[in-house]
């Protein structure tokens, strides 16, 4: 595991999901940049804010994202459902900027996960060989200690798939 300095921050731009991922659309990666945009200014954050990762990954990363509009404001107006779609965003964009893996399936309901990642290049592999499972977690605003039980309470909801693959 390669560990980032945190010297240097990286740009994390979160309007690249509008590009796709391998399992996600263009339209769908759009829309969690929208959610993602919404979540940030109503936080009053300006582009550029520092995110600080901790744990396997130590680094920062500067955050960049689309001006909001009154329709997106409108639209995004479920403060639940849009901070849920934008810890998407930026959990899968950090995936891919920490790690040499990519969202490949979304998850059904009941597994206590979100999401499997696995390589980019999946064609040749056996479908979930070597994969990993992503729970994704989105708080708006919290303490350490908040931010402390949301994490056990993840980690918790992930047991009843626990086997073979890591979360």
């Known amino acids: ?3 980032i300095s945190l010297n ?20 769908f990666g759009a829309a969690l940049a929208e959610a993602c945009a919404v979540c940030l200014q109503e936080q009053g954050h300006l582009q550029g804010v520092e995110l600080t990762v901790n744990g396997d990954f130590n680094t920062i990363f500067s955050l960049y ?10 639209c995004w107006n479920d403060k639940e459902f849009t ?12 995936v891919r900027q920490l ?3 990519t969202v490949i399936e979304r998850s059904r309901k009941g597994t206590g996960f979100d999401y499997w990642l696995g390589s980019e290049d999946i064609a040749g592999e056996l479908l ?6 992503l729970e994704v977690s989105g708080i708006r ?27």
């Open 1 to 3: 595991m390669t560990l």
């Open 8 to 27: 240097k921050p990286q740009e994390l731009v979160l309007t690249k999901l509008g590009e796709g991922l391998p399992v996600i659309t263009s339209s």
């Open 65 to 74: 994202w689309q001006p909001v509009t009154q329709q997106m404001l409108r």
């Open 83 to 94: 901070t849920e779609q934008a810890a998407y965003g930026i959990a899968f964009m950090l």
């Open 99 to 101: 790690t040499e893996l």
């Open 128 to 133: 979930f060989q070597n994969k990993v499972r």
């Open 141 to 167: 605003k919290a303490d350490d200690r908040r931010v402390r039980a949301r994490v056990k309470q993840k980690i918790d909801q992930t047991n009843p798939s626990d086997g073979t693959f890591p979360a």
